[in-house]
C-alpha cells in the first residue's frame, strides 16, 4: 500500500517537471523564432555589405589568434 502511495507521489513529481520543461521550450521556441526572423530581415539586406563584414571579422579573429600565438 505504501509503495503505491510513493509511485502515486513520484508520477505527481514527474509531471509538474515535464510541466516546467514544456514551458521552458515554448519559451525557447518564442525566442528562437524571434532570432530566426531577424536573421531573415538581415538576410534580406544587401549581400555584398554582409560578405564584408563576415570578411573583415575573419581578418580580426585571424590576427587576434596569430597575435596571441606570436605571445607565446
Known sequence: ????????????????????????????????????GKLKILSRGSQTKLLCYMMLFSLFVFFVIYWIIKLR
Do not use: P, R
Open 1 to 36: 500500500m505504501d509503495l503505491s502511495i510513493e509511485i502515486g507521489h513520484e508520477v505527481k513529481h514527474q509531471n509538474k517537471l515535464l510541466a516546467e520543461m514544456d514551458s521552458q521550450f515554448d519559451s525557447t521556441t518564442g525566442f528562437l523564432g524571434k532570432t530566426m
